[in-house]
C-alpha cells in the first residue's frame, strides 16, 4: 500500500519567516506544510516573480558573496559579570571580524568593542584561580590578569615572543610557557623564574665516546690533551656553581637529540610536568606537493600539503614524568595499558595475505600509541595532586584514560575504549571531579556516547542512557551538576540538558527545537544560546534560568531579502531501510502540490560531504547554498532528497562503523532505499532521477554511477575521492586500516577501480588548488575513463579554488553546470 509522505514524516517542518519581528519558536514537532512554490518557471526570459507573487529564485543570487543573506554572530561568550554577551561579527563585503559587547540589561543594541580595548573584552579562555577573584587570558601572545570584581587588567608580558598556556598555580603566581621553556610569574613582587626548559638534545657528558684516532690525538699531542682538561675544569666550575649558588637555574631536562615536544602540562603546584615527544623527522616527502597555477607573482608554485595514507607513516610518542624540583625524568611506559601489546589486526591481515596464498602467524608486540589528539588530554586535578592522560593507538582501536602514579612514576589504567572498528575522533571529552577524586568522561560503549564517571579505586557508572548522543559537557562550579547538549527528542533536535554527576534523571534546560548550541554564563544563571531551525540561519539567544523565563533572542542579523524569498522548509523523513532496522532520516524537498501532478516529478539526490556529518537534522545546515539550489529546484517542480546515509554523525555507534572495511556499500544501498522512497511517496518518475554531491558526497555519486549504473540518469561529482589510498592518514586508516595492512578495503572502496561501469552522464567539478583531497584524484580518474573510452562524462577545473570555494563566480559556474546537467538529462 503506498504510504503518504506526511504520515512518514517524523520531525518539525519550519515555513521561511518573512516577518521583521522576533520570530516565534515553534516548539510543536509536528509537520508544518512546506512553503508555497510555483509547479513551472519560465525562463526565457527571467521572471523576478511568479504568478502566485513569489520571487523567482534565481542561481544569480543564491550563489552571490552570502553576505545578503545576513551575517550571524560568531564566536560568542559570555563577560564576566555574566550580565554582557560578546561577539564577532563579519564586515559587509569584507573578511575582517568586528568584536560586538551586549549588555543584557541596557536597551542599547550591541557595541563595538574599540581596538584599543580588545586586550581587555578578549578573555573568552580566560583561566579563573581558586578563589574566584582574578582570571589569567592570552592577548596577541601577552600575559594578562583580570580583577573580576574593578575589571582592572594588568598586563604581565609585553615581548615580541609568544606566550601561551596561561595558567594560575596553587600559590596564586601565573605560568607561563614561551617555546618550551615555562615560567612562574609572581603577581606579589613580579620576579619571574624559570620553572623548566624542554631541550631537544643529549645530555651534556665529559665521558664522550672517542674515535680510535681521535683518541690518538689525545694521547700524543700535548696541546689537544691541555684543551680537554681546561674544558672539563671549566664545566665542572659551571656544575658546583649552579649547585651551590640559588640564583643560577637548573631546569634543564633533556629530551634527546632529533626530537620534538607534542605535548607538556604543567601540574598546578609548578612542581611536575607531563611530556610527550616524538620524532622530529620531516613531515612531507619531496613529491607532498600540490601545483598552484595561478600565484600572485606569475609563477608556479608548489605547495606543500599533507601525505596519502599509502605512505604509512608509523607514528608514536614518548610519555615523560618530569620532576621540576628534583630534575628527574622519568619515562612512562605503556605497558601497563591493557591490550598495549595485542594483534588486533590479526582478521584482517589474515584476510589480505590469504588472498595472496600466504600464511599470517599473528604475535604480540608493542603498538605504537600517542596522546590522543584532541582538545586539552592531560588533564590534571585543581590541587595537582592527581593527572590523567587520554591516549589512543596509532592502529585506531583503543582509546585509554590513564592516571600517573606519582609515587611510583607508572601509569595506571582507569578505562579502555576498544573498538573492533575505530575509535570516534569526536566524543573524546574528560575530567575530573577534584571533591571525590573522581574522573568524568563521554564513551561510545554502549552504543551511543554517553556520559559516565569512575572513581580512581572504583568501577566505571554510567550516567545517562539511551538513544541520543551526549556532548559538549560543563561541569558545575560547586561539582555536583554536568550541562551538556544532546538529541533525546530526535535525532535532528539538539537541546540542552543537566544531570546530576551522583546520577539521576536528565533535565531539559530548553525546548527550542531545531539546533542549539550553549555557553553557560560564569554565575550559572542563564545559557547562552546559539539557535537556528531548518529554514533560518543562527541567531543568539539568552536563557534566565533563576527565573525560568522564555528564551530572549538578543541578535537579528538576518537579513529582510532572506526572509522574503520563497525557500522551501523540508521535511525531514524516515526513510525505511531494507538493511537494517533503523531508517535513514532525510531531508525531502516537495514542489506545490506534488501528489496532484499529472506527470510524475523529476527528482534530485544529494549527498552530503565529511561521511561522519549530520545534515537532516532541524537545524540551519552548513551546506546553505545547497539549501537555496534545493528549493530553486522543487519551485521548478523537482523532487529533492538530502540523506543522512549509514555513516553520517547522529546516529551512534553501528550507523558511523557501518562502512569499516567497505566505504561506499552501505551508502549506496541507502540511497537505493531513498530511490524506492521518491517513487512509491512522493510521485517520482524512476527514470528522471538524478544525483550529485562533494568531497565525500562526490565519491559517493561515482560510487552510485559506477556500481548502480541503471539507477541515476546523470550525476555530479564535485571535488571527489576517486581513490582513498591517495586521501590522508588521519580519517583514511580510521575506516579502512592502511594500505600495507589491508588492500582488500582499499580495492573495494574506490571508484577508480569500478570506473568501468559508468553509462549515464558524469559531470567532474575539480578544483585545482584542493589541499583537501587533491585535484590529483580528479586527474587519475579522467585518465582511467580516458583509456576506458568512455564517452559520456565532462570535466570543469576551477584553477584558483580550495576544497571549500570561495569566490563567488565559482560558486555560480559550478551550479550552473550541474543544473544544465539535471535540465538535459531529467
Request: hydrophobic share 35%; aromatic share 10%.
Amino acid at each position: 500500500m503506498k504510504k503518504q509522505l506526511l504520515s512518514i514524516a517524523v520531525a518539525l517542518s519550519l515555513s521561511a519567516c518573512a516577518s521583521t519581528s522576533a520570530p516565534n519558536i515553534n516548539t510543536d514537532t509536528a509537520n508544518v506544510p512546506v512553503a508555497s512554490v510555483a509547479t513551472t518557471v519560465e525562463t526565457q526570459p527571467t521572471p523576478a516573480y511568479l504568478a502566485n507573487g513569489d520571487k523567482v529564485i534565481t542561481l544569480e543570487k543564491i550563489m552571490s558573496d552570502p553576505d545578503w543573506m545576513g551575517r550571524s554572530a560568531e564566536s560568542w561568550y559570555w563577560g564576566d559579570d555574566s550580565n554582557t554577551v560578546f561577539y564577532q561579527q563579519k564586515r559587509e563585503g569584507n573578511p575582517i571580524r568586528d568584536l560586538y559587547q551586549q549588555s543584557l540589561s541596557q536597551q542599547a543594541g550591541a557595541q563595538t568593542v574599540k581596538l584599543a580595548n580588545m586586550h581587555i573584552a578578549s578573555d573568552r579562555f580566560a583561566q579563573v584561580n581558586k578563589a574566584g577573584t582574578h582570571e589569567v587570558y592570552i592577548f596577541s601572545g601577552n600575559v594578562f590578569v583580570k580583577a573580576l570584581a574593578s575589571q582592572q587588567v594588568q598586563q604581565l608580558t609585553y615581548t615580541s615572543v609568544t606566550e601561551r598556556d596561561a595558567m594560575f598555580l596553587t600559590n596564586g603566581d601565573v605560568a607561563y610557557r614561551v617555546g618550551d621553556k615555562f615560567f612562574q610569574h609572581s603577581l606579589r613582587d613580579n620576579r619571574i623564574v624559570e620553572l623548566a626548559s624542554l631541550v631537544m638534545s643529549e645530555a651534556p657528558s665529559s665521558d664522550e665516546s672517542l674515535s680510535y684516532i681521535a683518541q690518538e690525538q689525545h694521547e700524543l699531542i700535548d696541546y689537544i690533551a691541555l684543551q680537554k682538561r681546561n674544558d672539563n675544569l671549566r664545566a665542572e666550575q659551571a656544575d658546583k656553581l649552579k649547585a651551590q649558588n640559588s640564583s643560577i637555574t637548573t631546569t634543564e631536562f633533556y629530551l634527546g637529540k632529533g626530537n620534538r615536544v607534542v605535548h607538556a602540562s604543567l601540574s598546578p603546584k609548578g612542581d611536575k610536568m607531563v611530556v610527550s615527544i616524538t620524532k622530529a623527522g620531516p613531515t612531507r616527502d619531496e613529491s607532498d606537493i600540490m601545483p598552484n597555477y595561478i600565484a600572485s607573482d606569475g609563477h608556479i608554485k608548489a605547495e606543500k600539503v599533507r601525505h596519502r595514507v599509502a605512505d604509512n607513516r608509523k607514528y608514536q610518542e614518548q610519555l615523560f614524568l618530569l620532576d621540576l624540583k628534583s630534575g628527574q625524568k622519568f619515562p612512562l611506559s605503556y605497558d601497563q595499558l591493557p591490550g598495549f601489546d595485542e594483534d588486533v589486526l590479526a582478521s584482517v591481515r589474515q584476510e589480505n595475505y590469504q588472498r595472496e596464498g600466504k600464511t599470517y602467524e599473528s604475535k604480540k608486540s608493542p603498538r605504537n600509541i600517542h596522546v590522543m589528539r584532541t582538545w586539552d588530554p592531560i588533564k590534571w586535578q585543581a590541587d595537582g595532586n592527581q593527572v590523567a592522560v587520554m591516549l589512543e593507538a596509532w592502529d585506531n582501536k583503543d582509546r585509554w584514560i590513564a592516571t600517573v602514579d606519582l609515587l611510583q612514576n607508572k601509569l595506571t589504567n582507569q578505562h579502555r575504549l576498544h573498538d573492533e572498528a575505530w575509535i570516534n575522533y569526536t566524543f573524546n571529552e574528560f575530567g575530573w571531579l577534584n571533591k571525590s577524586n573522581t574522573l568524568y568522561f563521554l564513551s561510545e560503549q554502549s552504543g551511543y556516547s554517553h556520559l559516565y564517571t569512575k572513581s580512581l579505586k572504583g568501577k566505571v557508572k554510567q550516567i545517562t542512557s539511551g538513544q541520543y548522543e551526549v556532548s559538549d559537557l560543563t561541569l558545575s562550579q560547586d561539582e555536583s551538576e554536568i550541562y551538556f547538549k544532546a538529541n533525546v527528542k530526535h535525532p535532528g533536535i539538539y537541546e540542552i540538558y543537566k544531570v546530576a554527576t551522583a546520577g539521576g534523571e536528565i533535565q531539559a534546560l530548553t525546548d527550542m527545537g531545531g539546533m542549539n548550541d550553549y555557553a553557560l554564563s560564569p554565575d550559572e544563571s542563564k545559557l547562552l544560546i546559539e539557535h537556528s531551525t531548518v529554514t533560518m540561519p543562527p541567531e543568539l539567544y539568552v536563557i534566565d534560568m533563576a527565573n525560568n523565563a522564555q528564551p530572549q533572542q538578543i541578535t537579528y542579523t538576518v537579513s529582510d531579502e532572506f526572509k522574503s524569498m520563497p525557500f522551501v522548509a523540508p521535511s525531514v523523513v524516515a526513510v525505511p531501510s531494507s538493511h537494517q532496522d533503523e531508517p535513514i532520516y532525510s531531508r525531502v524537498y516537495l514542489p506545490k502540490n506534488f501528489n496532484q501532478a499529472q506527470e510524475k516529478h523529476r527528482a534530485v539526490m544529494f549527498s552530503h560531504g565529511a561521511g561522519y556529518l549530520q545534515n537532516s537534522h532541524l537545524g540551519w545546515s552548513g551546506y546553505f547554498r545547497e539549501y537555496m539550489f534545493h528549493s530553486m529546484l522543487a519551485q521548478q517542480g523537482y523532487v529533492v532528497i538530502d540523506m543522512d546515509y549509514r555513516a553520517s554523525r547522529g546516529y551512534g555507534r553501528d550507523w558511523r562503523t557501518a562502512i569499516y572495511r567497505h566505504m561506499g556499500k552501505p551508502e549506496v544501498q541507502d540511497m537505493l532505499d531513498g530511490v524506492e522512497w521518491l517513487v512509491e511517496n512522493a510521485n517520482v518518475d524512476r527514470n528522471r532521477i538524478g544525483t550529485y554531491g562533494g568531497s565525500y558526497g562526490g565519491f559517493l555519486t561515482l560510487m552510485a554511477l559506477f556500481n548502480e549504473p541503471e539507477t541515476f540518469q546523470s550525476g555530479s561529482a564535485l571535488r571527489l575521492v576517486s581513490d582513498w589510498a591517495y586521501y590522508n592518514h588521519g580519517y583514511t586508516s580510521n575506516i579502512l586500516n592502511t594500505p600495507e595492512d589491508d588492500k582488500i578495503a582499499y580495492e573495494r572502496s574506490s571508484p577508480i577501480y569500478f570506473a568501468e561501469g559508468l553509462n549515464k552522464p558524469l559531470l567532474i567539478n575539480a578544483p585545482m588548488v584542493d589541499d583537501n583531497v587533491f585535484f590529483q584524484d580528479s586527474v587519475r580518474l579522467v585518465q582511467r575513463l580516458i583509456e576506458l573510452e568512455k564517452e559520456n562524462f565532462e570535466t570543469a577545473i576551477y584553477p584558483v579554488e580550495p576544497h571549500g570555494f570561495v569566490q563567488p563566480s565559482s560558486w555560480l559556474d559550478e551550479y550552473r553546470r550541474i543544473y544544465k546537467l539535471f535540465e538535459n538529462t531529467l
